[in-house]
């Protein structure tokens, strides 16, 4: 399926393509004169962000934010939409394979009321269209990184809550933190290659200049927020595992301490259990309770050394 939005001041085609058919994309080519190995990278799905310039025409390939992506999503592909853009002086292409609501908005808006919109300029229409067709596909992360930033202070505020520290609970909220730390990396990796992309579009005069350049400022401000984003997860794994850590260290450390109040108990009991016919007080009719007199001793005395130590206070 595709959709054509013509724009008469000046003359400029804008050609929306839908998954397209190899013979569509072929005729499309010989149409507008575009490079063979460009063409072949529109069939591929798995293709990264990326800018090629040929003789008379651009060619680009930016990734947007899929909005029905699974939330334990994890690859490239499985997160966004490749979106492929050639675009000359009098054209702008775009191929997807998907219907992409942002972009049939944005078709739109230029179908309606495209041409009073734009101003006149030595350049053509082109520029701005390529603007905002590249802003808005860098919106499209903003709200998926909104909501991944909701889910992990919930995770903070449960963490210092001391409510996921055991169990099930505990494993489950580690599993959603790693995989919202791999789609915020993902996230951070391809807008990257956005900023790199954006960069080279630029043109180096012109009234285009600004449009692109505020196309940057979205991109880097969108960079630092992934860039934050990733390190509240790595923060927040690294909080939880050292918490349960903790919890772990004070179950040893009382465990422990029950193990030294027992040892020397243990170890006069078993003195006293070998039967030998000749051992001190076995005879003796206080032998019995000065014994028992001097485990409790024994357990005082490490009690006291303990309260001394401050080992037992929490």
């Keep these: 399926m595709s959709t054509v939005v013509e724009l008469k001041q000046p003359a400029f085609v804008w050609l929306d393509l839908v998954q397209p058919t190899r013979e569509e994309l072929l005729d499309v080519a010989q149409r507008f004169g575009l490079h063979a190995t460009s063409v072949k990278d529109c069939l591929d799905p798995e293709h990264l962000p990326k800018f090629e310039p040929f003789e008379g025409h651009t060619f680009v390939i930016i990734r947007a934010y899929d909005q029905q992506a699974d939330p334990a999503s994890s690859t490239v592909?499985?997160?966004t939409r490749k979106i492929a853009i050639f675009y000359g002086s009098t054209f702008l292409i775009t191929i997807h394979r998907t219907e992409q609501p942002w972009l049939a908005n944005l078709q739109a808006k230029y179908h309606n009321n495209g041409a009073a919109r734009l101003p006149q300029a030595r350049e053509g229409p082109q520029p701005q269209v390529l603007s905002h067709l590249l802003n808005s596909a860098l919106d499209t992360y903003l709200r998926p990184m909104e909501a991944i930033e909701v889910r992990l202070d919930g995770f903070e505020e449960r963490v210092f809550a001391g409510q996921d520290l055991v169990g099930r609970?505990?494993?489950?909220?580690?599993?959603s933190i790693h995989v919202l730390k791999r789609q915020v990396t993902l996230i951070k990796r391809l807008l990257w290659r956005m900023l790199d992309v954006v960069q080279r579009v630029t043109p180096s005069t012109g009234r285009g200049v600004p449009?692109?350049?505020?196309?940057?400022?979205?991109?880097?401000?969108?960079h630092f927020f992934a860039d934050e984003l990733l390190?509240?997860?790595?923060?927040?794994?690294?909080?939880?595992?050292?918490?349960?850590?903790?919890?772990t260290g004070e179950v040893v450390r009382v465990l422990t301490v029950f193990s030294v109040f027992f040892l020397p108990l243990t170890f006069i009991v078993g003195i006293y259990g070998m039967n030998f016919d000749f051992m001190p007080e076995l005879r003796q009719h206080w032998g019995y309770p000065a014994v028992m007199a001097l485990?409790?001793?024994?357990?005082?005395?490490?009690?006291?050394w303990f309260r001394h130590r401050g080992w037992l206070r929490r």
């Design 211 to 222: 449009l692109f350049r505020d196309v940057q400022e979205s991109v880097e401000s969108y």
């Design 231 to 247: 390190d509240d997860a790595n923060t927040l794994l690294n909080v939880q595992l050292a918490l349960a850590s903790h919890r």
């Design 169 to 175: 609970e505990f494993a489950s909220d580690l599993r």
């Design 77 to 79: 592909q499985e997160l």
């Design 295 to 304: 485990m409790a001793l024994v357990t005082l005395a490490i009690y006291l």
